[in-house]
């Protein structure tokens, strides 16, 4: 009796044995990961529909060296409907700003933001409260700060090196 208890004691380790060994190899072969990265989602980004939206007060800001891009700009935004009191021009703080862009306040401003885009002739958008009037916070306005891709001669693109 004692004989066959010892035989499945040896039987057991055996097994055990074996299947550890088996175990070990497949995790330094890589066939098995204890734990895995999960597999990052890509998830597709909210689709913005333009919106003409002529209750924004809009400013035009010239940041190129060329005059009268902004006075330019702002007769095309109000040939598009918007009230001639509600769009001002005036120059930029700066000369080599490179693209133009159209900054909006609040989230729910984007849609006016690429509607003015359109307007004119497309522009980048940018979500900042750099322009957002101080003393009416809750002010509806959008900015449109020319780059030098709007002027007579604009910079060639450098290739990244």
Known sequence: MRGWVVLLWALLATVVLIAVGIFGTLL???RV???PTPEPTV???PVVTPVIDTSYEVLVLNATPEQGLATQTKDVVVAAGWAEDTVSAGEAGSTDFPQTTIYYYLPEDEAAAAGLAEVIGGAELAQSDVY???DDPEAKQLTIVIGL???ANPP????AP
């Open 28 to 30: 330094v072969s890589g």
């Open 33 to 35: 990961v204890l734990f």
């Open 43 to 45: 998830s597709p980004l």
């Open 132 to 134: 957002q009037p101080t």
């Open 149 to 151: 891709d709007r002027t």
């Open 156 to 159: 060639a693109e450098t290739p």
